[in-house]
């Protein structure tokens, strides 16, 4: 069994809507029959609404069952973040690919980052609407840090829903130095991954949810590498001591990392050996980020390394923790 944690889509019908309609979602333009641009980045990956192909690929490569949530940028970038009507259109195009995916899709329900005040509420009603299996966050919402206090009650609420949440991350505050050579996408993004985890392990999130299920896009980014570095920000003794690394969470930040899961999509066997190696194998999950380029959107990155570990272990990273933290008990 093969289940892939990371992956992005549209409805057809959405993606038709943001053509036709300024401001909402993605600044398409069409450009034929079921063909889009964005301006700024190129074609639109037909693959991303494109059911049909959509399921042929799964059914190819002999994925049981795929998680979708909507391409990052749309939920937040730099200032922008999604609104509540944005929220339930798009957690409405998610439904109707699970609908019509043939048992093979499963959604995450985007949270109405911009409207905090009744994130918690929407995100009850948005996955009891539509039956979907957990929430995706991308790490940063507009202006603020997901680590805000407004966002308190939005975090309360996922542990007390059980729900898996799959992190992904995004543009926040822009630095012209990451306009060339894709550097947001390349070396950008997976740094944003590592400064939302260490806001919310500072800002004691994890400690005061300790059930939270959170999957990290990318492999965490740059954490695995940084652990030790945080550890130290903790303990720093005199003149280099923070108070605020120790105000809220009672232990070293690298054990809250532990507690974590991360996606296989970091396109090296060697770093994904040591996410391994770091985390164990009851934390990776297999992942695409299907179906963009810069990501393994056919698994031939990570399947081969998988295929040398241990069949249990192996098994784990697959499906089995996937199947687990969906699974709801509350």
């Not at 120790?246 to 296989?264: E, G, H, Q």
């Not at 992942?287 to 098994?315: C, H, K, N, Q, V």
Request: aromatic share 8%.
């Amino acid at each position: 069994m093969l289940v892939d944690v990371h992956a992005h889509g549209f409805s057809e019908e959405f993606v038709r809507r943001m053509a036709d309609t300024p401001g909402l979602g993605f600044p398409l333009q069409a450009t034929g029959p079921r063909s889009y641009h964005l301006p700024g980045y190129g074609t639109f990956d037909p693959l991303l609404y494109d059911l049909d192909a959509r399921l042929e690929s799964l059914k190819r490569r002999g994925v049981t069952l795929q998680l979708i949530s909507p391409s990052p940028s749309i939920i937040s970038n730099g200032p922008k973040v999604v609104s509540l009507e944005e929220t339930r259109q798009l957690n409405a195009s998610t439904a109707w690919m699970v609908a019509n995916g043939e048992g093979r899709i499963a959604g995450l329900a985007v949270p109405a980052l911009g409207d905090p005040t009744i994130a918690a509420d929407e995100l009850r009603r948005s996955v009891e609407q539509h039956g979907l299996v957990g929430v995706v966050l991308s790490t940063s919402a507009g202006p603020r840090p997901l680590d805000h206090p407004v966002f308190a009650p939005l975090f309360a609420a996922i542990e007390k829903l059980d729900l898996m949440v799959f992190m992904h991350s995004t543009s926040s505050a822009l630095s012209a130095t990451q306009t060339e050579y894709t550097l947001r996408t390349l070396v950008a993004w997976p740094t944003e991954t590592a400064i939302a985890v260490t806001r919310l392990i500072f800002a004691g999130t994890f400690e005061r949810h300790p059930r939270l299920k959170l999957v990290l896009s990318h492999g965490g980014g740059t954490l695995a590498n940084l652990a030790g570095r945080l550890d130290l920000g903790w303990s720093a003794p005199q003149y280099e001591a923070n108070v605020a690394c120790r105000a809220n969470i009672t232990r070293p930040p690298s054990t809250y990392l532990k507690s974590l899961y991360y996606d296989t999509v970091v396109a090296s066997p060697d770093v994904l050996a040591l996410i391994i190696k770091t985390y164990g194998a009851d934390h990776v999950l297999f992942g695409t980020d299907f179906p963009y380029e810069i990501g393994d959107a056919e698994g031939s990155l990570a399947l081969p390394m998988l295929d040398t570990l241990p069949i249990a272990d192996r098994e784990k990273i697959r499906s089995g923790n996937a199947l687990r933290l969906m699974a709801r008990h509350s």
